[in-house]
């Protein structure tokens, strides 16, 4: 028995979602088309992105529902392409009207606003000439940023970069970073490091634009964190997690609140001949964007075994994005046969998100907030016209309660907005996969009423976030 520290006062409770999932209206007022408007084909039986949750037309009826369950927080992002159609060009005036009238009803109702500022949707005009490998995607994304602060730094105290950027560069196929032309694979991982670079040098450069425009404003990267687990004692396994996590975690890091390069991932990279071009002042750029905490969503954990070196390391297996995880003569992908899994093949680890929250803090001892967390279902509306997820409100409470335990372990965390607010449409998997809290009653291809149903764990997470405790 121990006892527990309780949630700090002013803990930010909400929940999450990001623009091109939830918002629909993907051609109205303005908006340019992104990367993902411009997605020729999805995975069979799933839908498209052009209506989504229709969020953009009842995000009034959707922020009055977040009031009454009680949302401290709600962090959204910002579709780029509304703001600034072609990503680099003129500012479309319907967009930016769009994001304040959120911005103030949310205000009206005492939620308090974090945004992400780009989450997977990069402007299909930038990706035409080159996407991020082009160095002029980070005076494209500095300027946009600027403009965010310009028009709404003024109003929104909590600002997060780019989401999960390291996801972007290990998973670059699956979350279309990567240009489809390249075949190779050093050719493929040389052009995604130099992406990642340039991600790097811009979301420095916002940070650094920030603190001079808004000094008593916070900004913090939103990457995905997670502890990285030897498949067994075995000093090659430990070895082989050590090298997966600096790779998969502390080499985007260790930039993104050092402001420099992780010594072992460098090292990677330049034997494996991926160094990205550092241009002279990107040194000084990186140094100069010191974030004010640390953002991350955490869905799992990720176990590994030594390298084969028999060129089969890439196995295919479960996890959130069904990851190819191994790397030949690196670290090889290993299932832990100690977790249950999901309906999606995610495997469940409550512990590994305290250790995980652990390990970010004793690394750089800068407070942190939990951007994602949650648990994709095949949700059913029963004869009632209920939605009884006792399965989701177990997850919630699994994770919240070792959440706690991280905090009585010394761990500053301020805030928690769980994935997802209301049901949106999965990155690759349609919308058949609900994360929300609320239910949106459309199926893949009938968009029927979209009529809001808070599910049973929303109900149970209101008096979460009422009593600041579980
Ligand atoms: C995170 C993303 O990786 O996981 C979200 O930031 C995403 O955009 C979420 O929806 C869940 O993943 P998926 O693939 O099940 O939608």
Known sequence: YRELKPFPKNFLWGASTSAYQVEGAWNEDGKGPSVIDARESYPEGTTDFKVASDHYHRYREDIA?????????????IAWTRIIPDGEGDVNKAGVDFYRNLI????????????????????????????????????AFARYANVLFDEFGDKVKYWLTINEQNLMILQGEALGTLDPKLSTQADKKKNLYQQNHH???????????????YPDSKIGPAPNIAVIYPASSKPEDIQAAFNYNAIRNWLYLDV???????????????????????????????????PDFIAFNYYTTQAVEASRGDGNDEVVRGGNKLLKSGEDGVHRGAANPH?????????????????????IWDRYHLPLLITEN???????????????????????????????????????????????ALDLISTHQGCAKRYGLIYVNRDEFDLKDLRRIPKKSAGWYADVMKNNAL
């Open 199 to 213: 991600m790097m040098v811009a979301q420095a450069m916002a940070m650094r634009d920030l603190h001079t425009k």
């Open 104 to 139: 103030d009803e949310l205000l009206a109702h005492n939620i308090v606003p974090i945004v992400t500022m780009y989450h997977f949707d990069l402007p299909q005009a930038l990706q035409e000439k080159g996407g991020w490998h082009n160095r002029a995607s980070v005076d």
């Open 339 to 359: 977790l249950p899994r999901t309906q999606f093949g995610t495997e469940i680890d409550p512990v590994g998100f305290r250790n995980t929250l652990r390990e």
């Open 374 to 420: 949650g648990l994709g279902a095949f949700d059913k509306l029963d004869e009632n016209g209920e939605i009884n997820d006792d399965y989701r409100i177990d997850f919630l409470r699994l994770h919240i309660e070792q959440m706690q335990l991280a905090i009585t372990d010394g761990v500053e965390v301020f805030g928690y907005t769980p994935w997802s």
């Open 65 to 77: 529902l977040f009031a009454e369950l009680g949302f401290k927080t709600y962090r959204f992002s």
């Open 256 to 290: 993104a609140a050092r402001g420099e390069y992780n010594t072992l991932a460098w090292r990677y990279m330049e034997e494996k001949g991926y160094t990205p071009e550092m241009l002279p002042g990107d040194a000084e750029v990186l140094k100069s964007g010191r």
